[in-house]
């Protein structure tokens, strides 16, 4: 069977920038397996797969798969797939207007339209779950892991730690712009190190001025690889720092660049909302741009 796809770039008004992700929006019929060939063919950091939703007043059912396994929640795919159904117009016979709703493995992830005029320009999420924080790391073995020294790691606000609103990543501040830049990592001290609490995630940021930071994002499934835009662990990072302020009741607002160091830069923009000192909501969003289309048989 013949199944419409679409490529977006994502988090980024470049094309050939940000995040590439493929959308397959005729996936109804397809099981796992087929998923999981498909995701391999196309060999995106992520693939979705657009499903009728079991519940008819949400949007899709969409599930994420890398080119080995299955997500349950992850960023720049929903904001890719929330763009390339908006262009689109229509999901299931259901219109689509300035907001979405995806049934996903991790729960119920609300989707909002962005424009420019009348022009769709992006899109972004609401994080399906509250923050959760896990085991902390040494900055010794972060560090090995990036190919850094120890005094790399900053641990003044927190330790290396994981952290999650949907998907788990370490997470570790490093001290400038420059460290960042000396990545680089060390397979054998990856799998010393990781998994920890069920990830190889590594996210490392950069406080890079007021309200903006800079991060990179390695993983090791199962080789290391790093991702260009990281929507679900800028959520969870902007979630941690959130949670880590002063503020009682506040919106915290960040703009994150990430993949500048691999020539796909991104920009992601991200939002915390504390109440009464509790961390109750985080987005993030951002642009994205056409790229491809066509039909695949599977």
Known sequence: MRRRYVTVDVFTETKFGGNPLAVVLDADGLDTEA???????????????????????????????????????AGHPNVGTAYALARIGKAFEREIHGSLVFEEA???????????GSDITGAELSAPQALTRGSTLAPEAVAACLGLEPSDIVTDRH????????????????????????????????????????????????????????????FAVPDIREDPATGSANAALAALLADLGHEQDHVFKW???QGVEMGRPSLLLAEADKIAGAVVAVRVGGSCVSVMEGLIDA
């Open 255 to 257: 703009k994150i660049r």
């Open 159 to 218: 330790p290396p730690v994981v952290a999650s609103v949907g998907t788990e990543f370490v997470i570790a501040e490093l001290r400038k712009i420059e460290t960042l830049a000396r990545i680089r990592p060390d397979a054998a001290a990856f799998a010393a190190n990781l998994p920890v609490d069920g990830t190889s995630k590594l996210h490392a940021y950069v406080r890079a001025g007021r309200g903006v930071l800079q991060a990179r994002m390695f």
């Open 106 to 116: 991790a729960g119920l992830v609300p989707m909002r339209i962005l424009r420019k």
């Open 35 to 73: 998923m999981q060939a498909v995701a391999r063919e196309f060999n995106y950091s992520e693939t979705t797969f657009v499903l009728p939703p079991a519940d008819a007043a949400h949007t899709a059912h969409v599930r994420i798969f890398t080119p080995v396994q299955e997500l349950p929640f």
